[in-house]
Each structure stands twice: as structure tokens, then as C-alpha cells.
């Protein structure tokens, strides 16, 4: 079983063990004021989130994270395939912490977020 | 560098501003201020600080009673009603949003204000050799001028301005080095399309270019992230009404395209910059030797 710093649900679910392996490399540096959503899956951070960030599928994560681009982002968003939940500005602005991890990872993270993605 | 014709400008105006008054009073004022507003405190709300906005802008043009005031640009007709009832102006707003002039001449109507204010449907350009002003004041206009037309948009304002006149410009900018993005690509493709807001110093040179001395210049990029994220607050505490009048694509797209303007001035990806010009003549300014008398 994979080890996340969220609290999944469901509990022994794998697609949302993986989502969470994924989100605890990508956001590791960023203040955990927030949950994600995906579809029924839910990682939680806090109990007290800030916003949450909404997909609709694991499909759209792995969409969005191989394809990052803003103008993409902002079509999902409109199509509410991504959606934000709570203080809309705190959580777009959840971008940057993207942004500035993206070249901070190491070989091995990106082969696991990989991995990963193409797994849920 | 995308073309501004007059028939290209007033479909980009058009699909921008006419999407229905309605839908602009889910988040704007009360005064249907659709430009930067100005937070004197910490706890100001947007209708406070669209008001102070405008005395700040009025201040800062030195407006008197019985002067004459060109408003290019006038939206709804709110700096032109304000200027009017406020500080005894005689105003003349000119817009090329058809709704939008509809709108402010009832406005005028209302506040009996007919002797005083006129509201046209009008391209500025048309105005050229017609008439000069005292004052004129273009608020949220040079973004949707185009960089080809900056130097006949200045040099129309020069001949529109007496010699002696002040002329404020309240518009967005970019960065000196911004290249289009994915973000500003879908900006323009789904809510702004020609908007071509230039850098602080192409407008600085524009002015010096055409014969136009800058007297003050203020940066309110603070003030416009806030003035945005409390239109996104506005219209999403208004969504149900909100989608009665558009579907839910053009809700959504416009909560997000105000959520990342808020963004981007906030990380100062662009800035809101007041220029305070007047003509270039062999005496000084119609301003005072500081600037005391905007803050009191």
C-alpha cells in the first residue's frame, strides 16, 4: 500500500493512494490549507481547508498534469472538469506552488508521478 | 500586433461590454464602476472605494464648477454623473458600447442632470476638431487602443485639450517585457479579445511624443487585485440570478477571468497606472506646487 500525507477516502481504494503519492510530491512544499477532490475520492489535509481543489475524474488529473498549460487549465475549469471549491483566488493561485516545484523534481519523483498517472 | 479598426473596435467593445447591463450590476457598484477602484482604508468596501476613486480622479484633474470635462471611454456614465453632481462640471462622455451610452444618458435623465451631461455613442476620434475641453479623463480605454494607434489616440487628446487643460489617464499596463502567455491567450480568445494594454513607458513616450508633459504618475495595482477579487465575490454570492441571464460556460469563464486578473496584478504580471498630463506650453501646469490638496 502506498503511504500518503492525506487522509484518502475510500481508505483502501489504490486510485486514491495513487492521486494522493502524486499530490503529497507535487504540492511537498506547499502550506496544506487545502483537499483535493477527485470524482468520490477525497485527500484530505486539513479540516479546515481553505478551498478544495474539484476534478471530475481521475482522467482529468492525469489530462492536466501531462499537459500543463493555463489556457487548458482555464478550459477545464470552465467546463467544470476542474473546479474550485472555498477562496477561488487561494486556490488558482495553487499554480504557483506547481510552478515552482516543477523544477525542483528529482529523476525519480517525476518517474513516480508518472507512474503513477498513468495508473489511476 | 493585432489591427485596431474602428469596426474591429466596436465589436471587440461590443462583445465585451454588451453582454447586458444586468449581468454587470451582479458584481459591479452600484454605480456600475467597471474600472479599478481606490481603498482609502483597509476596510473600505467597493462601493466606498469606487466613490473615492473618482474624487481621487476629479482631485487630481483640479475639476471646478463650470469647467468642461471630456470623458472618453464612459462606461456606464458613472465619473461623468459624478463629476456633474459633485464638482459643477460640464461633462460629455462618449463610449462605444451602444448599451452602455443607452444606459448613462437614462442615468442622466434621472439625476436631471440633461443641462450639464451629455452621453453619446461615439468614437473619440470623431470629436477631433469639433471642439476643446478643460479636462479630460480616459478611465479604462488605453488597454483597448492597440499599440499602432497610441500616438492618434494622444495626439487626438492634444488637439481636444485646451492649452491650459489637464488630462488624466487611468488605464491597465504590462510588464516592458511581457510576451503573450497561455493564460492571457485565453483571456483574449474568451472574454477581452484586442485587448493590448502597453508598458508604463511606451505611454510615457507616447506623451512626450505628442507634445504632453506627465506631471504625476501613480501605480493602484494593489487596488485593482482587490477591486477584482471583490467582483468575484459579488457575482458568485449572485449566481443564481447570474445564470437567469447567461449559461453557465459564461458565468464560469467570467469568475475565472476576474479571479486571474486579481492574480496578475497582484504578482504584478500588470500594473493600473494614473498619468497626469497636461500640454506642453512655455508655462507652468494648472497644478499646485505639491500635491497636498488631493489628500485633504
Redesign the interface.
Given at each position: 500500500m502506498f503511504y500518503t500525507a492525506a487522509d484518502v477516502s475510500p481508505d483502501a481504494d489504490k486510485v486514491a493512494r495513487r492521486l494522493g503519492t502524486i499530490a503529497d510530491i507535487l504540492f511537498r512544499h506547499a502550506r496544506k490549507d487545502f483537499n483535493i477532490r477527485v470524482g468520490d475520492r477525497e485527500l484530505r489535509y486539513t479540516n479546515h481547508p481553505r478551498f478544495v481543489i474539484l476534478f471530475d475524474s481521475p482522467r482529468s488529473v492525469r489530462r492536466l498534469l501531462l499537459r500543463h498549460n493555463e489556457y487548458l487549465a482555464a478550459e477545464a475549469f470552465v467546463d467544470k472538469r476542474l473546479d474550485i471549491e472555498g477562496d477561488l483566488i487561494a486556490g488558482l493561485k495553487a499554480k504557483n506552488a506547481l510552478i515552482e516545484r516543477a523544477p525542483t523534481l528529482r529523476l525519480g519523483e517525476k518517474i513516480k508521478i508518472l507512474f503513477n498517472l498513468l495508473r489511476i | 500586433m493585432p489591427r485596431h479598426t474602428r469596426a474591429k473596435d466596436q465589436r471587440s467593445i461590443a462583445f465585451h461590454y454588451d453582454l447586458s447591463n444586468d449581468f454587470y450590476g451582479l458584481f459591479l457598484d452600484t454605480r456600475m464602476a467597471y474600472t479599478c477602484a481606490y481603498y482609502p482604508q483597509e476596510e473600505s468596501d467597493l462601493e466606498e472605494a469606487q466613490r473615492a476613486k473618482f474624487d481621487h480622479i476629479a482631485r487630481k484633474l483640479r475639476l471646478k464648477p463650470y469647467q468642461t470635462l471630456l470623458d472618453i471611454g464612459c462606461g456606464w456614465g458613472s465619473f461623468v454623473v459624478h463629476a456633474c453632481k459633485h464638482y459643477g462640471v460640464t461633462a460629455h462622455g462618449v463610449t462605444l458600447s451602444r448599451e452602455q451610452a443607452e444606459y448613462a444618458q437614462e442615468w442622466i435623465r434621472r439625476e436631471d442632470l440633461e443641462d450639464q451631461a451629455f452621453i453619446e455613442y461615439r468614437d473619440y476620434r470623431d470629436l477631433v476638431g469639433t471642439a476643446q475641453y478643460d479636462r479630460i479623463s480616459a478611465i479604462g480605454v488605453i488597454e483597448h487602443v492597440g499599440h499602432r494607434n497610441l500616438a492618434r489616440y494622444f495626439d487626438g487628446i492634444h488637439r481636444l485639450l485646451k492649452d491650459n487643460g489637464l488630462f488624466l489617464n487611468h488605464g491597465i499596463s504590462r510588464r516592458r517585457d511581457w510576451r503573450p502567455?497561455?493564460?492571457s491567450?485565453?483571456i483574449h480568445d474568451?472574454v477581452f479579445p484586442e485587448g493590448e494594454p502597453p508598458a508604463l513607458s511606451t505611454v510615457i513616450t507616447q506623451l512626450e511624443d505628442n507634445d504632453f508633459e506627465v506631471q504625476d504618475v501613480e501605480n493602484l495595482r494593489q487596488h485593482y487585485s482587490r477591486t477584482c477579487?471583490d467582483w468575484?465575490d459579488r457575482l458568485?454570492r449572485n449566481r443564481e440570478r447570474c445564470l437567469e441571464l447567461v449559461d453557465?460556460?459564461t458565468y464560469?469563464?467570467w469568475?475565472?477571468y476576474l479571479?486571474?486578473s486579481?492574480?496578475y496584478f497582484e504578482e504584478g504580471e500588470i500594473f493600473l497606472y494614473q498619468i497626469l498630463s497636461s500640454k506642453r506650453v512655455p508655462r507652468f501646469a494648472p497644478v499646485p506646487l505639491t500635491r497636498e490638496d488631493i489628500y485633504e
Open positions: - | 502567455n497561455p493564460g491567450d485565453w474568451h477579487a468575484v458568485r453557465e460556460r464560469r469563464t469568475i475565472l479571479a486571474m486579481s492574480i
